[in-house]
């Protein structure tokens, strides 16, 4: 059972994307259009945990080599940020300069999301992409593909 992912291939449509690939895609656009804000639905405060695709897939083959029970496993990193934290994040590695407004007429969506990854970690396994570093690539992809549209 893997927590929320991001990464290559990931679904950056403004409209049917998750929170993260959103957040990416408005903060850049929000650069090249020069805006002044952006505002974002809910509070901010509901926390989650991302975790890398390519540490998936990393836990996976670790699965595939080392478990053998019907049981579920949690796949995840075992930590958790903010979405204001997430926002503030990305916002930075956009170049987002401006003022981030929380729409709380909006929903906030789950209130948190974190697993326990202990059977995964006990295999000796744990993700090796940060967020941060997880983010700068992200953005680094969507950059690249939306400048070439």
């Avoid at 403004?14 to 850049?28: D, E, G, K, P, Y």
């Avoid at 639905?41 to 080599?65: M, N, Q, Y």
């Avoid at 990854?117 to 570093?133: H, R």
Wanted: aromatic content about 6%.
């Amino acid at each position: 059972m893997p927590t929320n992912l991001y990464g290559p291939g990931d679904n950056y449509d403004l409209n049917s994307s998750h929170v993260l690939a959103a957040l990416i895609h408005r903060f850049t656009l929000a650069v090249r259009n020069k805006s002044e804000s952006v505002t974002l639905w809910g509070s901010g405060k509901p926390r989650g945990e991302f975790l890398h695709s390519d540490d998936l897939a990393s836990a996976v083959a670790t699965l595939i080599e080392k478990y053998d029970s019907p049981d579920p496993v949690n796949v995840g990193v075992g930590s958790e940020v903010s979405i204001a934290e997430l926002a503030l994040k990305i916002a930075k590695i956009a170049g987002f300069k401006g003022l981030i407004e929380w729409d709380s007429s909006k929903p906030d969506g789950t209130p948190r999301k974190l697993l326990d990854v202990s059977k995964l970690q006990n295999m000796g396994w744990s993700a090796t992409i940060s967020l941060d570093e997880g983010l700068e690539r992200a953005c680094a992809v969507f950059a690249a593909l939306s400048s070439s549209k």
